[in-house]
């Protein structure tokens, strides 16, 4: 499975969701590590990635270079009515020199194109982490 990044503080957490508090939509927040166990906590739920996780979730690599285990996941997925909506990516924002890549500008696993979306009507050219350094700056300073 793809890498895992490390535990938010519930601070953080409750600062993020503060983004969806006039929306009219629902936010699940959840312990598991993983893509595939957070679908099966949460079956028949559209989830929202950017292009690096999604990359992540279909590269063999994470998978011991097995497509094969690859695709089951993916068939999983699918057999829990999961739907990921992937939202486009620029490459290094961070260096002001990124070309920004879409969902639509990558080679999909057969198993995966019934399951992925391009997420259109977005676009944000900074990285998470980026966001979470800028956060963690303002909130020093303040």
Known sequence: PPPLQGALSPDTVCSRLQQFRHQNSSVWLTAEPLFLGKARLLPNTTFVVGLDTATRLLDA???NNDEARRDVMLDELHALGVAVLVAGRVANPSEGEGQFTTLDEVALPRRAQHLFS??????????SSQLRRQHQHSSHVQ
């Open 118 to 127: 391009p997420l259109t009507g977005f676009r944000l050219d900074v990285s």
């Open 61 to 63: 690599k994470y998978y």
